[in-house]
Nanobody
């Protein structure tokens, strides 16, 4: 079992920045990747960014150049730095980890609202 606790959501103006944090606990030795997904109202959950334990990353096209995912292995944490936010980024953001069995674990979600 892996437990995830997220923080850092809130309100930002267009062009502004927010940083999301996610701390993992439990069977962290089994984690092979950590990532962030978003789910906008009426839409499916979709991947924004993922970082693998070996360090490689991948990003969805809409966030490339604006969002940066990073990991602190000592704190078992993953972060998402979101810059140049747009109203279209408004969504609930979920932390995700994938473990070596292929199973996914999810955080509780944190709301990001981008509005003037």
């Amino acid at each position: 079992q892996v437990q995830l606790v997220e923080s850092g959501g809130g309100l930002a103006q267009p062009g502004g920045s927010l940083r999301l944090s996610c701390a993992a606990s439990g069977s962290i030795f089994s984690i092979i990747a950590m990532g962030w997904y978003r789910q906008a109202p009426g839409k499916q959950r979709e991947l924004d960014a993922r970082i693998y334990i070996v360090g490689s990353t991948n990003y969805a096209d809409p966030v490339k150049g604006r969002f940066t995912i990073s990991r602190d292995s000592a704190k078992n944490a993953v972060y998402l730095q979101m810059n140049s936010l747009e109203p279209e980024d408004t969504a609930v953001y979920y932390c995700n980890v994938k473990i070596n069995t292929g199973r996914d674990y999810w955080g509780q979600g944190t709301l990001v609202t981008v509005s003037s």
